[in-house]
């Protein structure tokens, strides 16, 4: 149990250093939906593309575009923050157990 308590700490960084790589990553996704002519398989793009695709997908599944506009990387912005909240924000539980 020591192990644990003592990890913690880093568990709660690496944990905000993920939501937060991911978060910024969607960001970028919805910013770049509105360049269309952007090859998001050429120069850096790939860092983003490959890894919010496959979570996009398989959202893109249970929502369908709204308008023609895609809302999934939005829903993604939200979940992520609230999670980032629970878990995280100054009354959540990770937080809470460490101090």
């Not at 937060?20 to 090859?39: E, M």
């Not at 919010?52 to 923050?81: C, M, N, Y």
């Amino acid at each position: 149990m020591p192990l644990l308590v003592k990890s913690l700490p880093t568990l709660h960084f690496l944990m905000g250093f993920v939501i937060g790589s991911l978060t910024l990553a969607f960001l970028l996704r919805i910013i770049l939906t509105w360049y269309p002519k952007i090859d998001l398989r050429t120069g850096f793009w790939p860092i983003i593309f490959l890894t919010t695709e496959p979570v996009l997908v398989a959202t893109r599944k249970i929502v369908a575009p709204i308008g023609g506009v895609d809302v999934t990387p939005i829903i993604w912005v939200g979940l992520l923050s609230l999670f980032r909240e629970l878990f995280l924000g100054q009354q959540g539980l990770l937080t809470q157990i460490i101090f």
